[in-house]
């Protein structure tokens, strides 16, 4: 049996994040330069996105570009840029077709600002559409966002537009670039590394984890597939007991 056909589909995650990493490392194994291993990564996002869609989950949040990333080579951190802008256009008439909306998560400020034009011109193109939410979480980081959720906590107290007894969890998470989107119910990393890499840290809270060996641009559909039935073997308790949740 396919992994597709052992999914549940009334058990399904409602949003899915994924760290695509392992680029560099798989064109080192093709003997060649790390752009190579992005361009190729652009199918796995291309399928996955797809697969996402075609299952009917409501996000799928993809961490394409890290605040850390600025400290990369300039050639490399330029090429990444080209590739990303040059995709998503390239891709929008798909998302289009497939009713998938465009959202951002990140310091779209550090980008070069062509960049932040075109991406912008998707974003409106796709903004209509009802079915799955693709979130690029591009110049992100999640101690970035916490920091700025922080700051802008402090600059509405000093106004009086906030007070401490004001500020809960709920609060908090609307200060975040990801409100109004649901936290991860799934996060998936590619290629062995068994960290989390400055992402979306408050919101992987109860979020469950899964690694895999894979290389990102040898992710397929199947890749994700097994990953979402891998999470629907799990119990997720959230700190209460077994039989409370069988309850
Ligand atoms: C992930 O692949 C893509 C980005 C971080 C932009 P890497 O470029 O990190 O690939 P490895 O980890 O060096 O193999
Ligand atoms: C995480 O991958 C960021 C993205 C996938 C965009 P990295 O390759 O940058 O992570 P580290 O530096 O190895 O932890
Ligand atoms: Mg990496």
């Not at 996955?48 to 799928?60: F, I, K, N, Q």
């Not at 570009?65 to 300039?74: D, I, K, L």
């Not at 939410?133 to 906590?153: F, G, P, Q």
């Not at 408050?202 to 690694?211: G, K, P, R, V």
Request: aromatic letters at 10%.
């Amino acid at each position: 049996m396919t992994y597709k056909q052992q999914i549940n589909t009334d058990k399904l995650p409602s949003h899915v994040a994924i760290i695509m990493d392992g680029n560099g490392r798989w064109a080192q194994q093709h003997g060649k330069e790390r752009i190579y291993g992005h361009q190729h990564g652009v199918q796995a996002v291309h399928d996955v996105t797809e697969a996402a869609a075609e299952l009917g989950l409501g996000y799928l949040t993809l961490y394409a570009f890290s605040t850390e990333n600025w400290n990369r080579p300039q050639p490399e951190i330029d090429a990444l840029m080209v590739l990303l802008v040059q995709t998503i256009e390239n891709e929008t008439p798909t998302l289009n077709k497939n009713n998938v909306r465009l959202l951002t998560i990140g310091n779209l400020e550090r980008l070069p600002e062509q960049t932040k034009i075109r991406l912008q011109r998707c974003i409106d193109a796709t903004s209509k559409n009802t079915g799955l939410s693709l979130v690029l979480a591009i110049s992100y980081s999640a101690r970035w966002e916490i920091t700025k959720a922080m700051t802008d906590i402090a600059k509405m107290a000093s106004y009086g537009g906030v007070k401490p007894e004001d500020i809960d969890e709920e609060f908090v998470a609307r200060q975040l670039s990801t409100r109004n989107i649901p936290d991860p119910d799934l996060l998936i990393r590619t290629s062995g590394e068994l960290r989390i890499s400055n992402f979306l840290l408050w919101q992987i809270a109860y979020t469950e984890l899964y690694f895999t060996d894979i290389y990102w641009p040898d992710f397929t559909k199947e890749e994700f597939y097994k990953a979402i039935v891998s999470y629907q073997h799990r119990q997720r308790r959230f700190g209460k007991t077994n039989e409370q949740q069988q309850q």
